[in-house]
């Protein structure tokens, strides 16, 4: 006899779950850690659920010939532009089951657990809309070195030396560097393999520091399919900013004049570059 299919549970394509398949078990969704959330700015004045906020970035000081503001009779004006993030973008997760399908999974809160798994999906989408702003906003290095430990370093200096109206160099330890894994396995290779780097953890995913930075493994650098691949992204913490309102929904919900039961997620959110001449990138070609 062949195994009774679930009314709504999709495996793969059109293909029915076989109820049998995981003899009463759902098994969790697996996603690699988002990293927006941890290294976006959170300096905002407004409220998010307003539909917009505001971010200021204060210029350097300058030093005048004693006596300049006596002579003029003020002082120099503080300088604050002020930077408007729209949340302008709106997305809905809005899935449904069947009853027959949660009482013969045996798991009464298998749509609770959907509820979980749209959390990893809204993480993974902030994160890949971060990045790629973060990029378009950027500036893109073409590194002299030819090994990964030099291209590196290039790239955290170019950030590390920036002088303009708004900075006078960045401290190394508010400097992030995010890599793609052909690059992050780059570096660790370079790691694992130098004669002096024997405190590195070859069991451990993740090496933490390279030269004074924090580094990252991120999944959700921009690809352009067949012609580029971001490899490095390098920044200042806080350069970015992506406000985000989500909407929370109670227990799942019964569907009216049916016998099934939905779970929704709604939310806006906006992503935009505050400091874009802290941002830098490598990318390598894919042709």
Not at 78 to 91: E, Q
Not at 114 to 124: E, G, L, M, Y
Request: some cysteine; glycine content about 6%.
């Amino acid at each position: 006899m062949a195994r009774t299919k679930a009314i709504s549970l999709i495996q793969t394509g059109s293909t029915k779950v076989e109820l049998s398949e995981l003899s009463g078990l759902v098994i969790s969704n697996i996603q690699k850690e988002t990293l927006a959330a941890g290294l976006k700015s959170q300096s905002y004045t407004g409220n998010p659920a307003t539909g917009s906020v505001e971010y200021k970035r204060f210029k350097n000081s300058a030093s005048q010939a004693y006596g300049t503001a006596r002579t003029a009779g003020k002082g120099a004006a503080i300088t604050v532009p002020p930077t408007t993030v729209n949340l302008d973008i709106h997305r809905e997760i809005v899935e449904e089951a069947a009853k027959f399908d949660l009482d013969t999974f045996g798991v009464g809160n298998i749509m609770a657990r959907r509820a979980d798994n749209h959390v990893d999906t809204v993480a993974a989408e902030l994160d890949a809309d971060f990045f790629a702003k973060a990029k378009t906003a950027g500036t893109k290095l073409t590194a002299k070195g030819t090994t990964v430990e030099d291209q590196l370093e290039e790239l955290i200096q170019a950030v590390e030396t920036v002088k303009n109206d708004y900075v006078r160099g960045v401290p190394r330890n508010l400097i992030r560097l995010v890599l793609d894994p052909v690059m992050y396995g780059r570096a660790r290779n370079y790691l694992d393999k130098g004669t002096n780097n024997a405190n590195v953890d070859t069991a451990a995913e993740d090496f933490r520091m390279f030269h004074g930075v924090r580094v990252y493994s991120s999944i959700n650098l921009p690809v352009a399919p067949g012609t580029t691949a971001t490899r490095a992204l390098c920044m200042v913490d806080g350069a970015m900013a992506q406000p985000v309102v989500m909407y929370p929904y109670a227990e799942p919900e019964k569907i009216p004049l049916s016998n099934d039961y939905g779970v929704s997620m709604f939310y806006d959110y906006g992503t935009k570059a505050l400091t874009p001449d802290l941002i830098f990138y490598i990318e390598e070609s894919l042709a």
